[in-house]
């Protein structure tokens, strides 16, 4: 990875720029802090900070063979770098994600623009190797940046081994997932008691379980935390979309509704970074536009989970 | 897994694509297959014929034609263009597959009667699968290239299918019958999470027309005569 830090930055920032000329008001300056940078989060234990808004591809990026569909994803992939992101996760459980993820990266070239995440996704304990060079493959990488155990499945043996391959430097970052407020209480066992660099937990403005526990911890061990499901699967969207914004979020750099749900996320202290998927390109500039601009704090975030309970 | 766990999942967590895949889906096959498309309206039509003309083998024919139906929908859409997104659809196109060798069987091995049809009621009904279902992949996804025709798309291929179960008798109905039910209750349960309402239809349809497929049937005190 020597080098790829810079050469990186550099394509972030040429790409905002050029995107700052073209569309002023995406980055609007409301609070006084640097309009052009992009939130980072340290990664815990590590001298490395990633986008506080990274890429799910789960439903969105299983297209199969469409031709058409992979070149439109590839426009939501283009966007999402040149808006500044670098996280992607997928899985193999997520269809033909994987090898669309792959030929969009080719289409771009962009290779070393991403932070790529995938899971071990098999009962079969022995396999984790195997596993993750046929995602190498279809991604077409040479190794990932993070493997994460898909919802605890065969947990460990698998972490086992991946923990061996961190060692090794095959992969630089390993952790496990789970979603729907699924295992709490195992995960959590987990968490206290593995060297894990990430943990991957659904929450969002409605799905709060995982703050009484599981992020406090996280905080405590060190652990980075990805954060899936922010829309709920995009029912926080069907449920809330026709209903007004509160006139004071655009003091939390807020503009729309994407930006209200994950910046209510990224700005809880353990949250590293929060995966939403979309398969359009304006929705991937709403969800970028989370990147930017001032965060609220813990009384505004407070009023935020308040104001949608009261709709 | 725990119980709980499993009960904390839904129909939702088990289809991983989204409605506009799927419904291109129709789109890219119909475009890779254009213009053997000819072949499905004929074998449409030809069925029907077949079935009401004198004598077996007219008959066995086109059991024969609907067997080519089930492997070709089976294998060309379910295991071509919808098993990579979707992994059961896969393992429903080789079950279609077999249903194709099984219907083959019963027209080989004695298992297609020769009693007498309602000819009217079935080519009515055979009418309606026929020109009416294709029609609501269309209305759901406002292509015309998205025509969902019989002997390529599955649903329509089942359905029209349940009809011949007029023509099959004892044991080899029996064996014809589970992947009716099987491939409507899955498409149904698909159907209603991509909140595809229009294509909720044809699984409906099928699991009907399996009834009228009895209906129709000749009753052995008809057969006898």
């Known amino acids: ?311 | 897994m725990s119980g709980a766990d499993w009960l904390s999942y839904s129909l939702q967590d088990f289809v991983m694509f989204g409605p506009q895949v799927f419904l291109r889906l129709f789109v890219r096959i119909n475009q890779d297959l254009w213009p053997w498309q000819v072949l499905a309206v004929v074998a449409a039509i030809g069925i029907p014929v077949l079935l009401f003309r004198q004598g077996r083998n007219a008959r066995c024919l086109a059991v024969g034609l609907m067997a080519v139906a089930w492997a070709v929908s089976g294998y060309g859409f379910l295991v071509g263009y919808f098993g990579p997104i979707n992994w059961p659809a896969a393992w429903f196109g080789w079950a279609f597959v077999a249903q194709g060798v099984l219907l083959a069987a019963a027209m080989l091995f004695g298992g297609v009667h020769g009693g007498a049809l309602s000819f009217g009621r079935f080519v009515a009904l055979w009418l309606i699968v026929a020109c009416g279902l294709p029609w609501l992949v269309l209305a759901e996804s406002g292509q015309w290239q998205a025509l969902a025709l019989f002997g390529i798309a599955p649903g329509t291929t089942a359905a029209a299918g349940a009809l011949i179960v007029a023509v099959i008798t004892g044991p080899w109905r029996w064996l014809y019958l589970p992947l009716l039910v099987l491939w409507s209750l899955f498409s149904a349960a698909m159907f209603w999470v991509l909140q595809t309402s229009w294509l909720l239809v044809t699984p409906v349809a099928t699991l009907l027309l399996v009834g009228a497929g009895f209906w129709l049937s000749p009753r052995p005190a008809r057969s006898l005569d």
């Not at chain 1, 040429?14 to 980055?27: D, R």
């Not at chain 1, 199969?64 to 997928?90: I, M, N, S």
């Not at chain 1, 029912?235 to 979020?249: A, G, M």
């Open chain 1, 1 to 311: 990875m020597a080098g790829w830090f810079s050469r990186r930055q550099f394509l972030i920032n040429a790409g905002l720029a050029g995107l700052a000329l073209k569309s002023p008001s995406l980055f609007a300056n409301t609070s006084g802090t640097p309009s052009l940078s992009p939130i980072m989060r340290q990664i815990p234990g590590a001298n490395e900070s990633i986008p506080a808004i990274g890429m799910g591809t789960w439903i969105t990026f299983n297209v199969g063979g469409d031709e058409q569909l992979v070149a439109q994803r590839t426009r939501v992939l283009k966007t999402f770098f040149d808006l500044g992101g670098t996280v992607v996760d997928g899985s193999p459980m997520y269809g033909t994600a994987a090898d669309v993820i792959g030929e969009a990266l080719d289409s771009l070239g962009a290779h070393d623009r991403i932070f790529a995440a995938t899971k071990i996704w098999t009962g079969d304990e022995s396999e984790t190797r195997q596993e993750a060079a046929r995602s190498g493959r279809r991604w077409g990488l040479d190794q990932f940046d993070l493997l994460q155990v898909h919802n605890l499945l065969g947990w460990q043996g698998h972490l086992e081994t991946l923990k061996q391959m961190k060692a090794n430097g095959d992969v630089r970052y390993i952790g496990i997932t789970t979603s729907h407020g699924r295992r709490h209480r195992e995960f959590a066992q987990i968490m206290e008691r593995e060297p894990l660099d990430f943990v991957q937990l659904t929450y969002n403005v409605l799905d709060r379980e995982v703050e009484n526990r599981l992020l406090p911890l996280a905080r405590e061990r060190r652990i980075g935390v990805i954060v899936n499901r922010p829309f709920q699967g995009g029912s926080l969207f069907r449920r809330f979309q026709s209903e007004p914004l509160p006139d004071w979020v655009g003091e939390v750099g807020v503009s729309n509704w994407a930006e209200f749900f994950l910046k209510f996320i990224i700005s809880h202290p353990a949250v590293t970074c929060a995966i939403p998927a979309t398969s359009k390109v304006e929705h991937m500039k709403e969800n970028m536009g989370a990147l930017y601009g001032a965060l609220p704090d813990a009384d505004q975030r407070q009023r935020m989970a308040d104001y949608v309970r009261s709709l």
